[in-house]
């Protein structure tokens, strides 16, 4: 009777104990169910103690079915070996840049760039086992497919938070939209991020004829080398020049041409990409315009020329 009793008893207390909790791999432990990196500020946590490396990255598929044809999932980066990982993707809308950072124990972090059309992955972008301290750092580009894995070092695990900031550079000027103020306009640092200007100084001297003028000297200070300068006048054609060298620019084919009344004489200095240095991105060209009338030339007007399309536009 006792050792029956004793079963009872036994049975009881099972039945009244708390259900044991069954532990289970995150929810993007899986490669195929990658959760998106989906705002500018990104976070997320993710208990990995459970979490698992894939010898196949197409099995198990996103459903959680059995699939295959994937290959092996990488647990190296530069020479320290990781296991229990997490994916995140993310694909963003224009050129920048991406900083990440994985803390609550050693974690490390690798990049990819995967194809759409056979979600296998193409190459490491980068990868970094200090990402508990420091931020990896990646340049990505407009309208392509990341991954984003998270695991631990040495077999480390536990509870991971993840944090990614996305940083647009719509122009691809290796200025970042929020530090630029021309961000749809190539520029460099020094500038904001927007083009240099040109700061051409133009000089005129002109004999009065009639209603009008007759010049009899042009020149334009202050012109980079290689910059285009471009004279005309109403009626009596026009004269380009290339500078050779930094310094100053004569125009000596417009000497003695005659400019009538209610005509005007401008000077254009425009400058092309250089491919590097200051001008690589090419700059804010200048137009310096001068009404004619009454033998006279009027007041100066001076513009901004745009460096993608070369119209006229007020300066900064």
Request: net charge positive; proline share 5%; with cysteine.
């Amino acid at each position: 009777m006792r050792h029956l009793s004793a079963i009872v008893l036994a049975a009881a207390a099972l039945l009244l104990a708390p259900a044991a909790v069954v532990a289970a791999p995150p929810v993007n432990d899986a490669y195929l169910a990658s959760l998106p990196v989906d705002n500018a500020e990104f976070t997320a946590t993710a208990d990995t103690t459970e979490a698992t490396t894939q010898p196949d990255l197409f099995n198990p598929s996103r459903s959680g079915q059995p699939l295959g044809g994937g290959a092996p999932e990488t647990t190296n980066c530069k020479g320290t070996a990781f296991d229990k990982t997490v994916w995140y993707d993310l694909a963003p809308q224009a050129d920048g840049g991406v900083a990440i950072r994985a803390t609550g124990f050693a974690t490390v972090v690798a990049v990819y760039e995967w194809s759409e059309a056979t979600s296998q992955i193409r190459r490491m972008v980068d990868c970094s086992t200090t990402t508990s301290a420091d931020d990896l750092i990646v340049d990505v580009r407009a309208r392509r497919n990341y991954t984003i894995q998270v695991g631990g070092a040495g077999g480390a695990f536990g509870l991971m938070s993840l944090k990614v900031d996305y940083f647009p550079d719509r122009d691809r000027d290796g200025e970042f939209d929020a530090l630029d103020s021309c961000p749809t306009v190539p520029g460099i640092a020094r500038f904001d991020g927007c083009p240099p200007e040109l700061r051409a100084v133009p000089s005129i001297n002109y004999d009065r004829v009639g209603g009008g003028i007759r010049i009899t000297r042009l020149v334009v200070d202050r012109v980079p080398k290689g910059a285009k300068v471009v004279a005309r006048c109403s009626g009596c054609g026009s004269q380009t020049v290339t500078a050779r060298r930094q310094g100053r620019v004569t125009l000596s084919r417009m000497i003695g041409r005659a400019v009538g009344s209610g005509g005007a004489v401008e000077v254009r200095v425009t400058m092309g990409r250089t491919g590097s240095g200051t001008y690589r991105f090419g700059a804010t060209g200048s137009s310096f315009t001068w009404p004619v009338a009454n033998g006279r030339l009027g007041t100066r007007v001076a513009r901004c020329l745009n460096v993608r399309t070369g119209r006229k536009e007020r300066c900064r």
